[in-house]
């Protein structure tokens, strides 16, 4: 049962959303009005707004949903009419399918680049970080010799319409807690935010060092024969 924090708590989602847009905003995950965070607490999902500064946004600005994805509460504030996030029914995917505590979305270069030097999914594997990204299965970590694997869906013209390819790809890879979008970001999830944020931070990371490893001609899932 998850705990349900007064909304003076620094990590009630109010207080903990605008945190998270700050530094992602700060990582370059989030610039322009890009990127979405959304959290579960109770029963209530928590979502950050469409088209807003990720760095500026208050937590008056915060929508609050129902388990039907509908607004139980609209942003509090008075000085401007605010819109749902486009990414909503994709977070969703996140909480029907696997029961997440928290799903994050970026526009991180690193993930852009993946998905078009990867076909249907990115793998790596023989890297220390990888242990930092839970199987959605098994709850366990992954271990140094296992491999990452990250699917990769299409984009489409408007976000909404990824909810159905997300949710196929999410039934083809159930051990995986991430979709990749070409040529547009990345959705993950956890089973708390920690664990979200844990995962986002690993994978983004990993993803970053596989393009780096590409240009000096080195080989991001090697065989386990040429790994000590």
């Known amino acids: 049962m998850s705990v349900v924090l007064s909304e003076s708590h620094p990590e009630h989602p109010f207080n903990l959303i605008p945190e998270l847009c700050r530094k992602f905003f700060d990582l370059g995950w989030a610039t322009g009005t890009g990127g979405g965070i959304s959290i579960k607490m109770g029963d209530k999902y928590y979502v950050a707004p469409s088209g807003v500064q990720k760095e500026r946004i208050r937590p008056d600005e915060i929508f609050i949903l129902d388990a039907e994805q509908e607004v139980v509460e609209e942003p509090r504030t008075t000085e401007k009419k605010l819109k749902m996030s486009e990414c909503t029914p994709l977070f969703f995917n996140a909480y029907r399918m696997r029961n997440a505590g928290a799903c994050l979305h970026t526009h991180s270069q690193s993930c ?11 793998r790596i594997s023989h890297i220390e970080m990888i242990k930092g990204v839970s199987n959605n299965v098994t709850k366990k970590a992954l271990g140094f010799r ?26 083809k890879y159930p051990e995986s807690c991430a979709v990749l979008v070409r040529r547009h970001g990345m959705y993950v999830w956890g089973d708390t935010w920690q ?9 983004d990371y ?10 000096l001609g080195l080989e991001w899932e090697p065989q386990p024969k040429s790994v000590p």
């Open 146 to 171: 296992n491999s990452l694997v990250v699917p990769i869906i299409e984009n489409t013209d408007f976000e909404a319409d990824l909810t159905s390819s997300m949710a196929e790809c999410m039934k």
């Open 206 to 215: 990993l993803m970053e060092l596989a393009i780096r490893m590409k240009s």
């Open 112 to 122: 852009v680049l993946i998905s078009l030097l990867c076909d249907k999914e990115f």
């Open 195 to 203: 664990k979200a944020k844990g995962a986002v931070e690993c994978i």
